[in-house]
Every structure is written in structure tokens, then in C-alpha cells.
């Protein structure tokens, strides 16, 4: 069974603060995802990977960056925190076009 | 470009009523379409893609190229059936997914 490991459930931090967000995945596949789940938005792409130290921009990047020095290994990074990237944060591996999720991170920024 | 719609945000019926949740896609090719469902404080899931042609937990959904649908039905449904149930579209290959906004199920007992 596939495991997608995000390394935090909830996370609290400060306007202009720089978060990492971490997602691990344990199956060796090439694409990895990060979404950001807002009601009545669903989800919304920020960044993906189809390889190590690749990135294409999603939807919505901006405000965030990428890293994926790793294979196992997609971390979302928000430059500087703002309000309004309150939100819950979905990471997802991909193999055949099915895409295997995290639990999610929920983040707050005050 | 490629855009997935969920009219419906929130969709009641009663337990044992028959279920359809709605599904268009906008697409220029051959599409790969997939459910995904998020019971209350669980991960998201895949519960079916169209290309398996199976039935998961009693739901069915069909790929309607004409109308350009995928809707998601079950003749009965369950309490268990409660939660937010995501469509969703993919070129294929390695592509990027897109999910549309979600309908939320509420089964009344």
C-alpha cells in the first residue's frame, strides 16, 4: 500500500515567517503534487514534480516554491507567509494517473 | 485547457434513495476521469476511474463523451456514504490532474 508521510498534521506560524512543508512518499514514483484544499475551491494545484530537481507550476504558485532533491522527497515552501495562505495542504504521489494522498497539513498563519 | 464542474456543493438525499452526483469536463482530448471521496477526518481516496469500468461500494459512473459527463451514481445509499466526493480529469501519461470544487453527500438516516 502506498504511503504519503506529510510531516505535520497542524502547523500555527507568523506573517512573514518562511514554512517548509514536508511530504515523503515511500512507493518510488516520479510524480509528486502539492494542493492547498480551500472549501468551495477544492483543490487547486500549487506546484508538481515529474522528477528530482524538476518543477512546473501548477495554478496557483504563486507565493510558493518547490524542492525535490530526492526522489522520495517534494517539499512546498512558502517565501513569506501571508493570511491568506491559511489553508489545509495536500501532498499526493502518482503512479498510472492515480494520484495516493497525505493526511494533510492544516495551516494557520496569524 | 482543461476544467472539471460540480454544480452541486451540497447534495441531501435519504438513506435508500438513489444517488447521482454530477460531473462535466471540459477537455480537448481523450481524458482519464477518476472519483475521489473524503470520509469525515480520513485522507482522500481514489474510489473509481472511468478506464476499470468497475462498481466500488455500489457506485457506478459512466464517461458520457457526447455530453462530456461523468457523473457518479449508486441506487441506494448509505449512511456510509456521507462525504465530500471530488471528480476529477487527467490527459494521461504524466500529466497533472484537475479536481473540481467538490459535492459534499449528506445521507439522512
Known amino acids: 500500500d502506498v504511503k504519503v508521510t506529510q510531516s505535520s498534521r497542524y502547523l500555527v506560524k507568523r506573517t512573514g515567517e518562511k514554512v517548509f512543508l514536508e511530504c515523503v512518499q515511500d512507493m518510488d514514483h516520479e510524480n509528486m503534487f502539492w494542493y492547498r484544499q480551500d472549501p468551495g475551491l477544492g483543490l487547486r494545484l500549487i506546484y508538481f514534480s515529474y522528477d528530482v530537481k524538476m518543477k512546473e507550476k501548477g495554478d496557483i504558485p504563486e507565493g510558493y516554491s518547490v524542492s525535490r532533491e530526492k526522489k522520495e522527497r517534494f517539499s512546498l515552501i512558502l517565501e513569506s507567509a501571508s493570511t491568506n495562505q491559511t489553508s489545509m495542504y495536500l501532498c499526493a504521489s502518482q503512479n498510472e494517473a492515480t494520484q495516493h494522498f497525505g493526511d494533510g497539513t492544516r495551516l494557520s498563519i496569524l | 485547457a482543461q476544467r472539471v464542474t460540480q454544480p452541486e456543493k451540497l447534495l441531501s438525499v435519504f438513506k435508500g434513495a438513489p444517488v447521482e452526483l454530477k460531473c462535466n469536463y471540459s477537455y480537448s482530448g481523450s481524458p482519464e476521469l477518476f472519483w475521489y471521496v473524503q470520509y469525515s477526518r480520513q485522507r482522500l481516496q481514489l474510489l473509481l476511474r472511468?478506464?476499470s469500468r468497475e462498481s466500488i461500494k455500489g457506485f457506478t459512473a459512466d464517461l458520457n463523451k457526447g455530453e462530456t459527463s461523468f457523473h457518479l451514481k449508486k441506487p441506494f445509499a448509505q449512511e456510509e456514504d456521507s462525504a465530500m466526493y471530488y471528480c476529477a480529469l487527467s490527459g494521461g501519461g504524466y500529466q497533472k490532474v484537475t479536481f473540481g470544487t467538490g459535492t459534499k453527500l449528506q445521507v439522512i438516516p
Open positions: 472511468h478506464i
